[in-house]
C-alpha cells in the first residue's frame, strides 16, 4: 500500500549507496538511460528506454512511473531510495568551492616568459612565409554548373562542346538513379529494422485497423522479451480504445507526449502473467469503430477525395410530388416462400385475401409521396 511504499522511500541514512548490494544487481541498469532531471512538486525525469517506452526517443516520466518500472523488472522495494540516490547523484549540480591555487609554484624568473616569446616570433616568420608562398601559385578559377527548373535541373544548354554536354547529361542521369535506388535501400532498410524492432509507427503509417491492434496485442502477450507496447497517435477515441483493451488484457496504460504527439504506452505487469484476457469485452469493442487514422501525419489526397465521393454521394431514391411508392416493384416471384405457402392453401394469382373465399381486396392500398405543405388532393 502507499505507507509501505513511504516507508520504503523514506529508508536509512546509513544505508549502503545503490550498486553495493547483492539485491542492486536484481535490477538491470542497462534497460534505462536517464539523462536529466526535472524538480518540482513531483520530480520528473528524462528516459531512454526501449523496453518502458517501446521506442528510441527520450521522453519525461513522472518519479512514480520509474519507481514502478524499477520494482516491476526486479529492484526490491526497500532499496528504492538508494536507487533516487543514485540516480540524482550524477543529475544534481554538485557545487564545489573555487581552487585558490595556494599549492601550485609560479616561478618567478623570466625564462620561461622569453622561452614563449622566442617561439611566438618563430611561428609568425613560418605563417609569413607560407603565406608568401601561396601567393605565388596561379589557381585557376572554377565555376559550377548553373541549374534551372523546379528539381533542379543542370542547365547544360550553355556548354559549347557537344561530346561534353553528353558526358555531363549521362553522368547527372547517373548519379540520380543512384540516388534514387539508394534512396531507396534506405527506406527498406528501415523499414524492415523497424518492423523487427516493432516500430507501429513505421508499420502503420496513416491508419491502423482494429483487428490490427487485436493481433498487435495478442503478439505482445506471447512476446515474453517486450515488456512495453507503443502505439502512434490517434484521436482521443482511438487512445481511449487502448486504454480499455489494455484493462482487458490485463495490462498498464500510460499516456506520453502532448498535442499531436500524444499517444499510448501499454506496459505489461503481474496480472499480465496470472490472469486471462477478457475475450468477451474485448470482442464487443472490436465490433465497434473498424479505423482508426493518426492524427501526426498528413492523410493521404487519395484516401480523402475517396470518403468525400462517399459522404456526398447522391441517393438513388428519388421521387417526385404524387408519386406511388412501389408503383414498378417487381411482382414476387415463385419462389418466394410466402406465396408458395399461400397456393398450398389454395390461393391463386389475381384472387384477393380474406377468410371466407378470398373475398378481399385485389390491389394493395397504395402510398401516394408527399412532398409539399399544401393540402391533400
Same mark, same amino acid.
Given at each position: 500500500n502507499d505507507s509501505e511504499d513511504e516507508a520504503f522511500l523514506e529508508g536509512s541514512d546509513n544505508e549502503p549507496e545503490f550498486g553495493f548490494m547483492a539485491e542492486d544487481f536484481e535490477f538491470d541498469m542497462s534497460k534505462v538511460e536517464i539523462t536529466n532531471i526535472r524538480q518540482g512538486v513531483s520530480d520528473q525525469y528524462l528516459v531512454k528506454s526501449t523496453l518502458l517506452l517501446g521506442t528510441d526517443d527520450s521522453h519525461w516520466i513522472d518519479e512514480d512511473m520509474l519507481l514502478d518500472f524499477a520494482v516491476e523488472n526486479g529492484l526490491v522495494k526497500y532499496r528504492l531510495n538508494a536507487f533516487l540516490k543514485y540516480v540524482r547523484k550524477d543529475l544534481l549540480p554538485n557545487f564545489e568551492p573555487e581552487p585558490t591555487y595556494s599549492d601550485i609554484y609560479i616561478s618567478e624568473s623570466s625564462e620561461e616568459e622569453s622561452d614563449n616569446e622566442n617561439d611566438l616570433s618563430a611561428l609568425i616568420s613560418f605563417s609569413k %612565409?607560407?603565406?608568401?608562398?601561396?601567393?605565388?601559385?596561379? +589557381?585557376? =578559377?572554377?565555376? *559550377? +554548373?548553373? %541549374?534551372?527548373?523546379?528539381?533542379?535541373? =543542370? !542547365? $547544360? !544548354?550553355?556548354?559549347? !562542346?557537344?561530346? $561534353?554536354?553528353?558526358?555531363?547529361?549521362?553522368? /547527372?542521369?547517373? @548519379?540520380? *538513379? *543512384?540516388? &534514387? !535506388?539508394?534512396?531507396?535501400?534506405?527506406?527498406? #532498410?528501415? $523499414?524492415? #529494422? *523497424?518492423?523487427? #524492432? @516493432?516500430? $507501429?509507427?513505421? &508499420? /502503420?503509417?496513416h491508419m491502423i485497423h482494429i483487428t490490427d491492434i487485436k493481433e498487435e496485442f495478442e503478439a505482445f502477450l506471447q512476446d515474453q522479451s517486450r515488456n512495453a507496447l507503443t502505439f502512434p497517435p490517434l484521436d482521443s477515441h482511438g487512445n481511449k480504445t487502448l486504454g480499455k483493451l489494455a484493462h482487458n488484457y490485463n495490462m498498464k496504460h500510460r499516456a506520453l507526449g502532448e498535442g499531436l504527439k500524444r499517444h499510448i504506452v501499454v506496459v505489461k505487469n503481474k496480472r499480465t502473467f496470472h490472469s486471462l484476457p477478457d475475450y468477451g469485452s474485448i470482442g464487443y469493442i472490436i465490433k465497434q469503430r473498424p479505423i482508426y487514422h493518426r492524427v501526426d501525419v498528413k492523410r493521404l489526397k487519395e484516401e480523402v477525395l475517396k470518403e468525400d465521393k462517399k459522404k456526398l454521394a447522391p441517393s438513388k431514391a428519388n421521387v417526385n410530388e404524387g408519386d406511388i411508392v412501389g408503383a414498378h416493384a417487381p411482382a414476387i416471384g415463385k419462389e418466394n416462400i410466402g406465396r408458395r405457402l399461400l397456393e398450398k392453401l389454395g390461393w391463386i394469382h389475381g384472387e384477393g385475401l380474406g377468410a371466407l373465399g378470398n373475398q378481399g381486396i385485389n390491389e394493395p392500398v397504395m402510398a401516394v409521396v408527399k412532398k409539399t405543405k399544401t393540402g391533400l388532393k
Open positions: %612565409t607560407q603565406q608568401m608562398f601561396f601567393e605565388n601559385i596561379d +589557381i585557376m =578559377p572554377t565555376k *559550377s +554548373i548553373k %541549374t534551372k527548373g523546379k528539381n533542379k535541373k =543542370p !542547365d $547544360l !544548354d550553355r556548354i559549347g !562542346d557537344k561530346d $561534353l554536354r553528353t558526358t555531363l547529361q549521362e553522368l /547527372y542521369l547517373i @548519379h540520380k *538513379s *543512384s540516388r &534514387k !535506388d539508394k534512396k531507396k535501400e534506405r527506406e527498406l #532498410a528501415k $523499414l524492415k #529494422a *523497424s518492423i523487427k #524492432a @516493432h516500430d $507501429l509507427s513505421v &508499420k /502503420y503509417p
